[in-house]
């Protein structure tokens, strides 16, 4: 099976613009989150689907980030418009979500930097 | 609420030594407890993952974790370390019911020396 695809794996943007971040999860799996990771904050979950609804939304993220589950296999992530402070890794992953199958897999990660 | 603890930001062993990286969660019922390991410029890795039965749980590379409910923990153990075993490990806890939002903890960087 595939793993975690993310695109694209590296990002930079100017302060006001509009940047999308992709995510393909693997294939059958049924949750899909997305993180923000930052050497000061860790990991931090921005959103989370299950079955493409929204489980939850992190609530310090909602007014500029938006993440959006299309089809069960494509996610976007939106953020906009964009803050220097939002430079950091963005982490996509899915699970099967039951049982034994509760491990997350993650994808690579996309390196935004604002300037 | 869930919560992760790893007490430990930065470890340093030599290699050939053994591992112990604690971690304390926080949860009402059993979860399920993972760790995973984040080598640099990549996403997380699954090591292993506790969900039932034996407490005791072998992982990928030699790792082990051992769940204590009585104490809340799930540390992660290595006999002998090697220098590609540096790297960021994270411990994470998910409920077995309900919203299946994970937590992880802050994440332990292990620094392993000749």
């Known amino acids: 099976d595939a793993g975690v695809t993310q695109t694209p794996r590296h990002e930079v943007a100017e302060k006001g613009q509009t940047i999308i971040l992709k995510c393909e999860p693997v294939s059958g799996h049924n949750d899909l989150f997305w993180y923000r990771q930052t050497k000061i904050q860790g990991l931090e979950l921005l959103s989370y689907?299950?079955?493409?609804?929204?489980?939850?939304d992190g609530g310090a993220f909602k007014d500029r980030f938006k993440a959006e589950m299309l089809n069960s296999s494509f996610s976007t992530l939106k953020i906009q418009p964009t803050e220097p402070k939002d430079s950091a890794v963005y982490l996509c992953a899915s699970s099967r979500g039951l049982g034994e199958g509760a491990e997350q897999f993650f994808g690579p990660g996309t390196r935004l930097t604002v300037l | 609420a869930q919560s992760v603890t790893q007490p430990d930001a930065r470890v340093t062993v030599s290699e050939g030594a053994s591992l112990q990286l604690r971690c304390k969660y926080s949860y009402s019922g059993t979860p399920y407890l993972f760790w995973y390991v984040q080598y640099p410029r990549q996403g997380l890795q699954l090591l292993l993952k506790y969900y039932s039965g034996d407490p005791v749980v072998q992982g990928v590379n030699g790792f082990e974790a051992e769940f204590i409910k009585s104490n809340s923990s799930f540390h992660l153990r290595k006999a002998s370390v090697h220098w590609s075993d540096s790297a960021v490990y994270f411990c994470?806890?998910?409920?077995?019911?309900?919203?299946?939002?994970?937590?992880f903890g802050a994440g332990t960087r292990l620094k392993v020396i000749a």
């Open positions: 994470a806890v998910r409920r077995n019911t309900g919203n299946y939002k994970y937590v």
């Open positions: 689907f299950r079955s493409k609804s929204l489980m939850e």
